[in-house]
T-cell receptor, first 113, second 116 residues
Framework: KAGVTQTPRYLIKTRGQQVTLSCSPI?????VSWYQQTPGQGLQFLFE???????NKGNFPGRFSGRQFSNSRSEMNVSTLELGDSALYLC????????????FGPGTRLTVL | AQSVAQPEDQVNVAEGNPLTVKCTYS??????LFWYVQYPNRGLQFLLK??????LVKGSYGFEAEFNKSQTSFHLKKPSALVSDSALYFC??????????????FGAGTRLAVHP
């Protein structure tokens, strides 16, 4: 089975721009979660999607948004980029039971200049 | 609120020696606990999990973890460390059901350095 894929792997943007990151989950996984990883804040939960619905959202400003498509692929969008948005953005997919582990993609490294 | 603490920023161990990476947790209700490893410029790889049952959980690459309810700990262990085990290790707990099944709360991470 193919793993979680994320595109692009690296991205450089300037302040004020917007960016869209894409995630394809493992086949059959309907839950997709997004995390932000920074040296200062560590790993922080952004949001989770299941069946095209956002089920949970972390403590991030409204500039961070996401969506999920009918094939379970997910995108996240960050508008009006700030320098502090520079981070590794990780996508994870899982089956829908509470004891199932999440499988992570390689991440998208976003640099905001 | 659920939380996880990894008290050591870095653990150094000689190759061939046993290793322990510490994790303590605070949850309401039954804990669902996980260990992940991250290699440079990579995503997180799942190592093992504790849901219920035996307190000693065996996982990938020879790792195991011991769940201790009275001490609220879930330490990661390996009997004999390899240089290739050098990486960043994260302990995580699933948030409460009201927080969503797939929201993980991560510790700050522990960097493991295995020296030849």
């Amino acid at each position: 089975k193919a793993g979680v894929t994320q595109t692009p792997r690296y991205l450089i943007k300037t302040r004020g721009q917007q960016v869209t990151l894409s995630c394809s989950p493992i086949s059959g996984h309907r839950s997709v979660s997004w995390y932000q990883q920074t040296p200062g804040q560590g790993l922080q939960f952004l949001f989770e999607y299941f069946s095209e619905t956002q089920r949970n959202k972390g403590n991030f400003p409204g500039r961070f948004s996401g969506r999920q498509f009918s094939n379970s692929r997910s995108e996240m969008n960050v508008s009006t980029l700030e320098l502090g948005d520079s981070a590794l953005y990780l996508c994870a997919s899982s089956a829908l039971t509470p004891w199932n582990e999440q499988f992570f993609g390689p991440g998208t490294r976003l640099t905001v200049l | 609120a659920q939380s996880v603490a990894q008290p050591e920023d870095q653990v150094n161990v000689a190759e061939g020696n046993p290793l322990t990476v510490k994790c303590t947790y605070s949850v309401s209700g039954n804990p669902y606990l996980f260990w992940y490893v991250q290699y440079p410029n990579r995503g997180l790889q799942f190592l093992l999990k504790y849901i219920t049952g035996d307190n000693l959980v065996k996982g990938s690459y020879g790792f195991e973890a011991e769940f201790n309810k009275s001490q609220t700990s879930f330490h990661l262990k390996k009997p004999s460390a390899l240089v290739s085990d050098s990486a960043l290790y994260f302990c995580a707990v699933r948030d409460s059901p009201s927080g969503g099944y797939n929201k993980l709360i991560f510790g700050a991470g522990t960097r493991l350095a295995v020296h030849p």
